[in-house]
């Protein structure tokens, strides 16, 4: 019996691929639809601040993986080739969507859109070239390191993502405990959307707790007519805030000085409840508990226009904070 009939006397068996890749179609789509819900709440609030191509690609997504499958069950015994087609599809519409998100807040002084750019271009490309590549000896050995990179990276967003959420959690600050609110992007006198909802959730939070102060953290940047404490201040006072509840912190240009000046502008305070975007909590609070700040949280959520570039950033300035604190 010659490798031809040995290979078709094998028992072909069930795709492995089939269960995993059909729950993942299920979980893209559900994400999908959800989001769209919620899309279509928000145009008829009025809201038309929103990101659409997320559940597009959501959907594309689900569909890619939907045609890889089908492809697959073409031949049951040819799942390998399969799992290529399966994790190449959607991985080359999450690098586009990478890209998209990247370009869109595009800023030539900002390092992470440099860095997601160039790292969603070299994934669209390498999993386009990859298979006209992997017969040759040097792709083989570099599909072992890759795949150890891969696992490695995994790891670390998913400790990073825990973090993240983590930081968001924890007990209501106790009654007269000072807040900061934490500085954002100023286009020329308005309060960029991720800073305005900064301010409304520390509005919010200072009615319901009527006997704390308030410091408005951030200075002044490029593109910015006023600094980012005044742009505080004007929204907080608007809002019904008292003037003489409010501190400006108007020097600071980071997430470290704003931690530290307002610690200044407090002075024997012991703790602070700290209004900022919930991906970046967690590494305020970091920050604060390094100069002897007890933390709690006051996250706001991040509009969806800014959300995907923004936390993705944070997934750079969070490991580096960590290894400055703990070196």
């Known amino acids: 019996m010659d490798h031809k009939e040995l290979e078709a006397a094998k028992p072909s068996g069930g795709n ?9 179609v299920t979980v893209f789509s559900v994400l999908a639809i959800v989001r769209m819900f919620q899309l279509q709440k928000i145009w008829n609030a009025g809201k038309p601040d929103t990101d659409l191509l997320l559940p597009l690609f959501l959907l594309l997504m689900a569909a890619g993986l939907v045609l890889a499958l089908w492809k697959s069950l073409k031949n049951a015994a040819r799942h390998t080739p399969a799992l290529g087609w399966v994790l190449r599809i959607p991985l080359v519409l999450l690098f586009a969507f990478t890209l998209y998100s990247a370009i869109r807040q595009y800023n030539i002084m900002n390092l992470g859109s440099w860095l997601f750019c160039g790292a969603a271009v070299l994934g669209i490309v390498g ?3 990859w298979p006209l590549l992997r017969k040759h000896r040097v792709p083989r050995m570099l599909s072992t390191v890759f795949a150890v990179l891969y696992l490695l990276a995994g790891f670390v967003c998913l400790f990073l993502g825990l973090n993240m959420y983590l930081g968001t959690q924890g007990p209501s600050a106790p009654a007269g405990t000072p807040a900061l609110v934490l500085g954002s992007q100023v286009n020329g006198t308005t ?9 409304n959730t520390a509005a919010a939070w200072l009615k319901k707790n009527p006997s704390s102060k308030v410091v408005a953290c951030g200075g002044k940047g490029k593109g910015e007519s006023i600094t980012e ?3 505080i201040r004007r929204g907080l006072t608007a809002k019904g805030i008292a003037a003489n509840r409010i501190l400006l912190d108007d020097k600071s240009v980071n997430t470290d000085e704003n931690i530290k000046n307002a610690k200044k502008l407090l002075g024997s305070a012991k703790s602070v409840a700290i209004v900022t975007d919930d991906y970046h909590t967690c590494r305020a609070r970091l920050l604060a508990e390094a100069v002897g700040l007890q933390a709690y949280p006051v996250p706001s959520k991040t ?10 950033r944070e997934f750079l300035a969070l490991p580096v904070q960590m290894l400055n604190l703990h070196s």
């Open 16 to 24: 492995p691929l089939l269960v995993p890749g059909l729950l993942a």
């Open 127 to 129: 999993c386009l070239l």
């Open 191 to 199: 309060p960029s959307a991720d800073l305005q909802v900064r301010i």
């Open 229 to 231: 404490a005044e742009c």
């Open 303 to 312: 509009p969806d226009s800014c959300r995907t570039v923004s936390v993705m």
